[in-house]
Structures are given as C-alpha cells and as structure tokens.
C-alpha cells in the first residue's frame, strides 16, 4: 500500500496525459458524428432510390463489422495497399485515423437513432404544417427537428456512454489514451515498472467522467420535458 | 433542403471510396488518397517509392521513423521527455550518419509488420529477437545483442524449477509470436499466449499461470527484489537468440545500418553506448 502512495503522483500525471487524449478523441467524435449522422439519416429516409439504398449499404457495412477491425483497416489500409500511408505515422497521424473511423462508425449508429426519432414524430405533425402552408424545410426545422431531439435523448445518451468506453480500442493503432497509459506500468515507464494497479486504476477515471456525463444528459432529459 | 442534399451526396461519394476502396484495383484506388488526403502534411506523394531505394526514401523525408515499444534498457524515457536507451541512442546515432534525424513512435507489437510495410514507421528497432518469423518478413541487420527466454516463477517455489526438465507440471503463459511461445511450443508444455510480455508476468503475479516466459533482459530489469514484481525470480534459461533490427522487406537500409554497426563497433562508441545502460556483456562483435 505504501508503495501504491509513492507512486500515485507519477501514475495519475501519466493516466491524465493519457485522459486527455481520451476526452480527445470523444469530444471530436461526438462534434462530427452528430451532423453527420444526421445527414445518413436523411439519405436512408430519401425518396431517391440509390441514395436510400446506398446510404443503408454504408449502415449495413459500418455496423456489421467491429470497430477494430476498422480501425485497423483505416489506419493501416492506405500504406499497405495503396502506398500512400496519408496518415503518418506520429501521433496526430494516429489521432486524426481513429477521429475519422469514430466519427464514421458512430453517425451510422446516430443516424438510425436519429431517423426513429423523425419518423416516430406523428404524421399529423407534418400535416398540420402543410395546411398551414409552411414548407417542407420549415416543417422539419420548426416542427419535427425539436420533438426528434426530445424523443432520442434516452437513445442517444446511451450511446454517448457506450462511446467513452469504446475510445479504448484506439490503442490497437498505438493512440496512447489512458488504458494504454495504465498498461504502460505494467512494463515498466516513468520509471515505474510491474505495477499492475494503475490499469485498474483507469476505471475510476471512466466511471467518474461518466457519472458527469449521466447527470448532465439526465438534466437535458428533464429541460426537454416541457412537451410530452 | 437544396444544399443539404448536395453536402449529402458529397459525403456519401466521400464514403463510396472508402467503403469500396478494398475491391478497386490500383488506378482506381489512387484517387481515394487523392480523395482523403489533406488530414497529413507530412504524407508521401505515394508514387515512385514503391520500387526506389528506402534509403533514398528516408533521406527525402529527412525522418527515421522508429517503431518502438516502452522497454527498458533499449528504448524507454528516463526522467525527461525524450527517449533513451541502448536502441534508442544507437538510432539516433545511426540517422545522423546517413544525415536524417531520428523520431520514436511507440507502436503496437502485435502490427509491427503492418506498420513497416504500411510505411508509419520506417525500422523496428526495439530488442527484437530475430525468429524465422522476423527474418521472413522483414529485412534484418546483423545481430548486435545477446539475449535468451527464461522461466519466470514465483520466488518461493523457484526451487523446483530449475532445469528444463522440471518444466512440465507447469502452465505457461507466453507473449503470443515472441520468441518464448516458441521455446515453449518447442519442449511441449501446456501455455496460452497473451498480448505482451507484461502480461505474462501479470498471469504469473496473479496465479492464473503458473510460470512465464520472457526476455532474459527484461527479467533482470523487472523481477526479483526492488521491483514491482518482488515475489517472482527467474530460474533457468530455455534458448539462447541475438537481437536485430527489422526493416521493410527488400530495403537497402539494412545494409547501410551493418555498415553503421562495423564502424561504430570499431571505433569503440557502440561498447560506450552499451556501457552506458549495462548491456555490454551481451554485445556481438560486428
């Protein structure tokens, strides 16, 4: 336990380096899979044939296969294959190559939240606006857009959560979040070597942030609960 | 409406490339990078390296990219921010001598091969122990560095297990493709392979193994009194393996690197850097 005391200051600076490219890596995905799993959700809901099908055909693949394998394949895919390794191989390489296949994989996944929540919204809703003459553009910005927002809070919030955890599989391409940051001491770093506890450690870090987020999403599930 | 319609297909030609991208032969695909390009100054024109020398390669981007892990005494931080050790002065050395300048990236082991040939790293230079595996794959240098597997137990049964023979009544755990999963393969004992050599000796630490097995290097550096592991002592050695360094298959850097070696070993500053981190003993005369 005493041990577990002297090394603490050195594990939880490592473990916040590591933290930080975490809420990276979050925040950045969150801030481009939102608009863009909107967009998704408005090609699979189109009354244009291709692009219906073709935006399913983009949902079927991203969320058919697992995300590390994506990642794997994004990252390592231009350089094998294409000779091209547009990455790079230092650090921002890595980041911007895990952004990009999060963004990706989580607005196929926001897309079909979002497209259940328009469509839930009654059809009367949408009727309403057309007899008073609004357009369609009106009708979704006006009407729809805010009782969708309301309806997938409970949705989305889950997957928010999910995605917290889920940054952790970046370290399949060597993007030092804090996993692995904690794993680091298992074989030695900062001079510290062997210590198994810093990885466990990490969990109090994941659990706290979500707590956060729990609450916060939990007051916004509240705000909204002005219309039912 | 109008222009969200037009952002969208925008996007969904953007996705159409990627997605797709596998199944297009080579012509096709140029356009893809085209396409996502612009995320990476530092990204290669991609044209005309695929047959050139790497040498020539690594002097144009003036960069030796080294695929490294966290591993004390090769490659590791000390106190400030930079990184040290046998493996990593030595490659800094190395880079200055063909005029470029070395950058240390920490990969994951397992996608070493993966990172050479997908151009992210340029060398793996890490205390790599050269298997049939290694040298199939990539191009090695001469060896520089002794090395050997040995048996990690706990300390109070170290007794028990000191030759090769009481092995047996034992359960490994190994680093999956290391060198120890095929010493122990070898003798036929009953492992199961884990991610790293960390790992193993976490397995041991936690009694879901009951040994491990790991560089000799590693071992001195991270069992046995005053480390994190105080319970847990090394006892006899499997094999015994020397240390390369691996780069992309056909490179000519391999040569310029012995050519490094020879000169550095005969005027006396790669002992000096070995002397430095307490390796000397293991050094090869190259």
């Known amino acids: 336990m005493g041990q577990i005391m002297e090394q603490m200051p050195i594990v939880v600076d490592a473990l916040n380096i590591g933290f930080l490219q975490t809420l990276k890596l979050f925040f ?19 009354r244009f044939g291709p692009l219906k099908y073709f935006s399913k055909f983009v949902v079927w693949i991203i969320r058919g296969t697992p995300l590390m394998i994506q990642l794997l394949i994004i990252y ?14 230092g650090e921002s390489g890595r980041f911007l190559a895990a952004a990009f296949s999060f963004v990706l994989n989580y607005a196929c996944y926001f897309s079909e939240i979002y497209r259940g929540g328009i469509q839930g919204v009654p059809i009367g809703q949408e009727e309403a606006g057309l007899v008073l003459g609004m357009t369609r553009r009106q009708i979704f910005f006006k009407i ?33 979040e804090i996993i692995w940051a904690g794993q680091a001491f298992m074989k030695g770093s900062h001079g510290i070597s062997g210590a198994i506890w810093p990885l466990f450690f990490t969990a109090v ?24 | 409406m109008k222009k969200l319609v037009v952002f969208m297909l925008t996007m969904v030609m953007v996705f159409s490339l990627t997605a797709c991208g596998g199944s297009d032969d080579k012509s096709d695909s140029g356009s893809d990078g085209g396409a996502s390009s612009g995320t990476e100054s530092g990204a290669d024109s991609g ?75 340029d060398c793996v230079w890490n205390g790599m122990t050269l298997t049939d595996e290694v040298t199939s794959a990539m191009e090695c240098s001469n060896a520089y560095c002794n090395n050997a597997q040995v048996v990690i137990v706990p300390a109070s049964e170290a007794d028990k297990y000191q030759d090769t023979d009481s092995l047996s009544d034992l359960s490994f755990a190994v680093e999956a493709g290391s060198a120890g999963e095929a010493a122990v393969a070898a003798l036929e004992l009953e492992y199961t392979p884990v991610k790293a050599q960390s790992d193993a000796l976490m397995e041991v630490a936690a009694g879901t193994s009951s040994a491990a097995v790991i560089d000799s290097l590693m071992a001195a550096a991270m069992v046995g009194e005053g480390t994190g592991y105080a319970d847990l002592t090394y006892t006899c050695g499997l094999n015994d393996e020397e240390y390369g360094v691996g780069f992309r298959k056909g490179s000519d850097l391999a040569k310029a690197l012995n050519d490094y070696f020879a ?22 005369e190259q």
């Open chain 1, 28 to 46: 950045v995905t969150l801030i481009g899979a939102f608009p863009l799993g909107l967009v998704i959700a408005f090609g699979s809901m189109s």
């Open chain 1, 76 to 89: 390592y895919f231009p350089g094998l294959v294409l000779h091209t390794p547009i990455w790079g191989g």
């Open chain 1, 144 to 176: 729809t857009l805010l009782q969708m927002i309301k309806r997938i809070v409970p949705p989305m919030s889950n997957e928010i959560i999910t995605l917290v955890k889920d940054t952790s599989l970046a370290r399949i391409i060597a993007l030092q």
């Open chain 1, 205 to 228: 870090y994941y659990l706290i942030f979500n707590g956060i987020l729990t609450l916060l999403l939990g007051r916004l599930e509240r705000r909204l609960d002005y219309f039912r």
């Open chain 2, 47 to 121: 044209s005309g390296t695929s047959d050139g020398s790497d040498l020539e390669y690594v002097k144009d981007k003036g960069t030796l990219v080294v695929g490294i892990t966290d591993f004390e005494p090769m490659d590791y931080k000390g106190d400030g921010d930079e990184w040290i050790g046998f493996d990593a002065d030595m490659a800094k050395a190395f880079a200055e001598s063909i005029g470029v300048e070395a950058e240390f990236v920490e990969i994951d082991w397992d996608n070493k091969i993966m990172e050479l040939d997908g151009k992210t790293i």
């Open chain 2, 263 to 284: 000169t550095a070993y005969a005027d006396g500053s790669m002992m000096e850097c070995a002397e430095t981190y307490g390796v000397q003993a293991a050094i090869i």
